[in-house]
């Protein structure tokens, strides 16, 4: 396709014949005579109208670059001077955060991690008709092998025809005894069902351990719980006898967290969320065989060499 000729909007006329015939005159020059304002601004316009038609892509090429210009201008007045952090900020910070979150206590977060491996252990004999299960004891045992091998005490499971145990998440199975520990009054127990989800405790080694470290016993006191206290670690290395006499423990972790009847054979949990004993017996010299302020576990090491593991 041709394209149309593009013509100029200026326009000059030929000289006509009185044009040629008159006879050259040389004119003087003479003053301009001036523009009145009226008509500056005529020919201004004219001539703006003239530049509109002729530049289109130049003009809008300035308007682009003007806008621009004036867009960054408005940026930079507009944008807040930067500011740089200091210790001081940080510190504010940290302390509205602290005044305005609850945070778990570290007793919290430690019985939180060693909750889902502690399980409520029942013991039931025969009734006198032979045909109902009577329960003969409560306690508290820790699964420590994710299979389902559990650590309590002898005394909890002692005599029992039949043991139930109950995990975190509600589910209940029977148990057998897979060995014993007299020395130390502990007994393996291997669940015959466990959860799908089953999460074993982390054991500790104890060597390190000090008069004044804090600690948590989890169990079922009286049957009641998962229940959680805290006290710390009151003496290493102690010794225990029974009520009755009939036994004599050593080395045993003396602590002063709240323990009672059904909290045997619990976990004693450091803030770490570990296990460095297992809660076995309370000091009481009365008969009521409530907690005064001295418990006793034995230490971990002792305990998981029940089942033949010692992993320190």
Partial sequence: M????????????????????????????????????????????RRTRKFHLSHPRVLWSVIGVLGAGLLVSLGLLLRPASHQLTQKDIDNAVMHTLANNVLPSAAAKAAEAVRPAVV?????????????????GVGTGVVIVDKGIILTNLHV?????????????????TASVTGMQPENDLAVLQAHKIPDDMIAATMRSTADLAPGDEVVAVGFPFGIGPSVSSGVISGLKRSFRSPEGKQEMS??????????????????????GEVVGIV??????????????IGFAVPIENAASAVGLHPF
Avoid: C
Wanted: hydrophobic share 40%; proline share 9%.
């Fill in 2 to 45: 041709r394209r149309p000729a593009l013509y100029s909007s200026s326009s000059r006329s030929a000289p006509g014949p009185e044009a040629s015939a008159a006879p050259a005159e040389i004119a003087s020059p003479a003053a301009p005579e001036a523009a009145s304002p009226a008509a500056a601004t005529a020919a201004g316009s």
């Fill in 157 to 173: 499971v002692q005599g029992a025809d039949r043991i139930k145990v109950t995990f975190f998440d509600g589910l209940e199975s």
């Fill in 251 to 272: 080395n045993l972790i003396q602590f002063d967290a709240a323990a009672n009847p059904g909290n045997s054979g619990g976990p004693l949990v450091t803030m770490d």
């Fill in 120 to 136: 409520r252990v029942m013991g039931y004999v025969k009734g006198k008709d032979g045909k109902e299960d009577v329960e003969h």
């Fill in 280 to 293: 076995t017996a309370i000091l009481n010299p009365t008969q009521q065989r409530t907690f005064i302020g």
